[in-house]
C-alpha cells in the first residue's frame, strides 16, 4: 500500500498546476493519471492549440507577403503539411520537460492506471500490469469530464469529423471545411483554419449575428466578423443541420431542415463533455455530481472536507471561475485563509454573462452590453468607447451614469490582449467607471 498527504487524480492541466504547488510546499504527493502526465492539455488541447495558432499566424504573414509570387506559395503549401509533425516534436519535448520538472521531487510519485474510490481515505488504481492500494489524508479530483455528447443529428455517428480533441494536431488538412455552429469554439477555430489557407465556412442555424449572439456587445462582434471576412471566412446562416452522410466522392452533404444542402470535404462539430464519474465510483463514498460535474461549494470542495473536485470536473467551473477556484483552494491550504475573508474579496458575482474568443483578433465581454443595459436602465445607460493610435482594436465601457456604476466591458483586437485581465479585474471588483476610465487613459498614452 502506498501513503501520501495529497493524493491528486488527474494530472492535465489543473492536477498538474495542483500538483506542483503542494510539492514546492513540501507535501508528500502521488499524482494518478490513466495516460502521461500533461493529459488532455498537453497532447489535444491547449498545448497543441496555443501550437497551431503561432504556426498558423506566421504562415497568414508569409501568404500575405508571397502569394503574388507562385513560386514561392508551393514552398508555402509543402510547409503547411510540416506543421503536424513540428507540433507533434513539440509535444514531445515539453512532455518530457515536464515529466523532468516533477521527478526532480523527492516527495513526488507517479502511477500509471485508473481510479477508483474504495472509501473516504483509500483508492484502488489499476492499469494493465499492476493494481495499488493509495492511502491518502486529502484527495483533489481534477479528471475533467469523461463523455462526449455528440449532437442530435442523423447519420453523425457514421461520419470522421473534427472536433476540439483531434484538430488542432493538424494531422488532415482539408481544402475546405464547415465548421457546425456560431461559438467561441468555432470562431476560434475559424480563425487558426482560414490563416492556414483553408476555406472555411460557418454554418448556423440563427438568421443573423445578433440572434447568434444575443446579450453580447454588437461592435466586437462585428469588429471579429469584419476580420475573418477579409480571411474569405463564409457564413450560411438558417441553415440548422438535421443530417450528415457521405456521398459517392466520399464528401459529407449536409442536410437541412428544408432538405437543402451543403457539401464540404470535412466538418468541424463543436461536442460538449459531460460528467458521469463512473470510473471514479464517487457515489460509493456519498459523492454526489450531475452531468455537469461533481458537486462542490463555490472553492472546490465536495461533500466531504478532505476531498475536492477542481477545474473542468466540478458542476462550479466555468470559463472565468476555473483559475480563480484552483488559486483560492491552494492559498486556503497554505495561508489558512477564512471563507469570510476570501468571499470578502469578490464584490461581483461570477455568474455574469462572460464571452471570450482567443484568436489572432481575439474579443472579449462580461456584463451587459450595450443595448441589454439600455433595455434594462434606458437613458441612464451610457457607453465610452476607447482608441489608441497605436493598436489595433478598441474598448467599450457601458456604465450608469446614477451611480457611476460599471455594467459591462468589452474589448477587441490588440487593445483586447492588452487590457483583459485589467477589465476583469474592474469588473470583478464593483470599480467605479471613471476609475478604470482614467486608467485606460493614462495606459494608451503610454503605449
Known amino acids: 500500500m502506498l501513503d501520501c498527504e495529497y493524493l491528486v487524480i488527474g ?22 493519471d490513466q495516460n502521461k502526465i500533461g493529459g488532455s492539455y498537453l497532447f489535444t488541447k491547449e498545448f497543441p492549440k496555443y501550437l497551431l495558432q503561432e504556426y498558423s499566424i506566421s504562415f497568414a504573414r508569409s501568404l500575405s507577403i508571397f502569394k503574388e ?33 516533477f521527478h526532480k521531487f523527492k516527495n513526488f510519485q507517479f502511477v500509471l492506471g485508473t481510479a477508483e474510490f474504495i472509501s473516504k481515505s483509500l483508492v484502488e488504481v489499476n492499469s494493465e ?13 481534477a479528471t475533467g469530464k469523461d463523455q462526449l455528447v455528440k449532437p442530435p443529428i442523423e447519420g453523425i455517428e457514421e461520419i470522421d ?27 476560434e477555430i475559424a480563425s487558426i483554419y482560414s490563416n492556414l489557407g483553408i476555406k472555411v465556412n460557418i454554418v448556423d442555424k440563427h438568421k443573423n449575428l445578433q440572434e447568434a449572439f444575443d446579450g453580447i456587445d454588437k ?11 477579409a480571411k474569405e471566412v463564409e457564413l450560411h446562416l438558417g441553415f440548422d443541420v438535421k443530417e450528415v452522410k457521405y456521398n459517392k466522392k466520399k464528401e459529407i452533404v449536409l442536410k437541412g431542415e428544408y432538405q437543402d444542402t451543403l457539401t464540404f470535404p470535412q466538418i468541424y462539430l463543436s461536442i460538449k463533455e459531460s460528467f458521469s464519474g463512473k470510473n471514479l465510483a464517487i457515489s460509493k463514498i456519498g459523492i454526489k455530481s450531475t452531468k455537469s460535474g461533481i458537486l462542490t461549494d463555490m472553492y472546490g470542495k465536495t461533500s466531504h472536507s478532505h476531498i475536492y473536485a477542481l477545474g473542468e ?40 454573462s462572460y464571452f471570450y474568443v482567443d484568436a489572432q483578433n481575439p474579443i472579449f465581454s462580461i456584463g451587459l452590453s450595450d443595448d441589454k443595459a439600455t433595455h434594462l436602465y434606458g437613458n441612464s445607460a451610457k457607453n465610452l468607447v476607447l482608441y489608441s493610435d497605436y493598436s489595433d482594436g478598441f474598448v467599450k465601457i457601458v456604465y450608469r ?29 464593483g470599480w467605479d467607471y471613471r476609475d478604470l476610465y482614467s486608467k485606460l487613459q493614462i495606459y494608451l498614452k503610454s503605449v
Open 11 to 32: 494530472a492535465g492541466q489543473t492536477g498538474m498546476m495542483v500538483a506542483f504547488e503542494l510539492l514546492e510546499k513540501g507535501k508528500k504527493l502521488i499524482l494518478v
Open 69 to 101: 509570387h507562385t513560386s514561392t506559395y508551393q514552398t508555402l503549401i509543402d510547409y503547411r503539411h510540416k506543421i503536424h509533425k513540428q507540433i507533434a516534436k513539440s509535444i514531445n519535448q515539453k512532455s518530457k520537460e515536464i515529466e523532468k520538472k
Open 129 to 141: 500490469s499492476e493494481r495499488h492500494l493509495i492511502n491518502f489524508k486529502n484527495c483533489v479530483i
Open 161 to 187: 469529423f473534427l472536433y476540439h480533441d483531434n484538430c488542432f494536431l493538424f494531422e488532415f488538412i482539408p481544402s475546405k471545411i464547415a465548421l457546425i455552429g456560431l461559438s467561441a469554439e468555432t470562431l
Open 219 to 229: 461592435s466586437i462582434i462585428n469588429y471579429l466578423f469584419k476580420k475573418l471576412f
Open 313 to 352: 470536473c466540478s458542476n462550479q467551473s466555468n470559463q472565468l471561475t476555473k483559475q480563480f477556484i484552483i488559486q483560492e483552494y491552494l492559498r486556503r491550504q497554505f495561508e489558512r485563509t477564512s471563507l469570510i475573508k476570501i468571499i470578502g474579496k469578490r464584490k461581483t458575482s461570477f455568474t455574469s
Open 401 to 429: 451614469d446614477i451611480n457611476n456604476k460599471i455594467l459591462g466591458l468589452s474589448a477587441a483586437g490588440d487593445l483586447c490582449t492588452q487590457t483583459k485581465n485589467l477589465l476583469l479585474e474592474a469588473f470583478q471588483e
